[in-house]
């Protein structure tokens, strides 16, 4: 398995690449909260004064999912999120040289969402091949983590909806459980997301995995009724949060190891091999 994380080529000056394409780069997008649609709308645009609809692709990488989406629908705006500055510049790239102007990228985290749009402002989240974070202590970082799934209903349009696309089957049921416990309504669930819908824009990493070997799986999903809140005013965390509890039990099942799990689950081959471990103590 190559290493699928953005390196730095040779030469590659980060700022520089920041300036020569600042066009599609919003550097300080918690100051379009709330007129997205209309600040990026080019003033000479034919039709609307603003855009029909804002959406958001959270962990965007390098762009090329949104920037495809941007081409089909040219009405609705496309802002792409990422906290890699690397990967931002990257986006920024495909962006101005598409020439299209109803995508732009930012460098920005999950947790700020909720400072960078106003409640109800956008239409559509979508979640490509988030990063697993497999480990316990680091569950909180998943795009698809209780605490997220709450931030994204703040700023989801009625009706809106959120939507994962994974290759970790580890990563999809322990979603399940973070959509239910958010308060979500499923629409939408598919163990090969690309052959029920196949005329999706594909992500990078949807090519570079596919072509391994991986298969797609997908929820859709949008908010229904405000979940449940202790006397703390906390919606509670009640899951197993290591995606080693969401593995199938019969390792020797698993064809396609999912990206980022390679390391747990030969370690946990080998040790179940030696016989007398269980991973659930
Ligand atoms: C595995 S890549 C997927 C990139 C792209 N969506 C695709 O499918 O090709 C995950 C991306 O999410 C970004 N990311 C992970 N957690 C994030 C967070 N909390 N906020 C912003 N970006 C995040 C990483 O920097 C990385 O670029």
Same mark, same amino acid.
């Given at each position: 398995m190559h290493a699928l994380h953005a390196r730095l080529p040779k030469h590659f000056v980060l700022e520089e690449r920041l300036e020569r394409y600042a066009? /599609?780069? =919003? !550097? /300080? @997008? /918690?100051?379009?909260?709330?007129?997205w649609a209309e600040a990026c709308? @080019? $003033?000479?645009? =034919?039709? /609307?004064?603003?855009?029909?609809e804002v959406r958001l692709d959270m962990g965007c990488g390098k762009g090329a999912f949104t920037v495809e989406a941007a081409a089909r629908e040219k009405d609705v705006l496309f802002v792409g999120i990422d906290f890699e500055p690397i990967c931002i510049a990257y986006a920024a790239q495909k962006a101005v040289e598409s020439g299209l102007d109803n995508v732009v990228f930012c460098p920005g985290i999950s947790d700020k969402l909720g400072d960078y749009f106003a409640a109800g402002e956008v239409s559509r989240i979508y979640l490509n091949? &988030? +990063? &697993?974070? @497999?480990r316990k202590k680091e !569950?909180?970082?998943? $795009? +698809?983590y209780l605490d997220n799934l709450l931030r994204y209903r703040q700023i989801l349009a009625p009706g809106g909806t959120v939507l994962l696309k994974t290759d970790s089957y580890p990563l999809w049921h322990f979603s399940q459980t973070q959509f239910a416990l958010a308060g979500y309504d499923v629409s939408w669930e598919s163990t090969d997301a690309r052959a029920e819908r196949p005329d999706d824009p594909m992500s990078w990493y949807e090519e570079r995995l596919s072509a391994e070997g991986a298969k797609v799986f997908a929820i859709e999903a949008a908010a229904g009724e405000e979940p449940a809140r202790n006397e703390e005013g906390v919606v509670e965390q009640t899951e197993p949060l290591s995606l080693i509890d969401y593995l199938p039990e019969d390792l020797s099942t698993m064809k396609y190891v999912p990206h980022g799990m390679q390391g747990t689950i030969t370690n946990l081959r080998n040790l179940e091999k030696k016989g007398n471990y269980n991973r659930h103590l």
């Open positions: 066009d /599609a780069i =919003e !550097a /300080a @997008p /918690a100051s379009y909260a709330g007129v709308r @080019p $003033l000479d645009a =034919e039709g /609307a004064a603003r855009f029909s091949f &988030p +990063t &697993p974070f @497999p !569950a909180r970082q998943r $795009l +698809t």
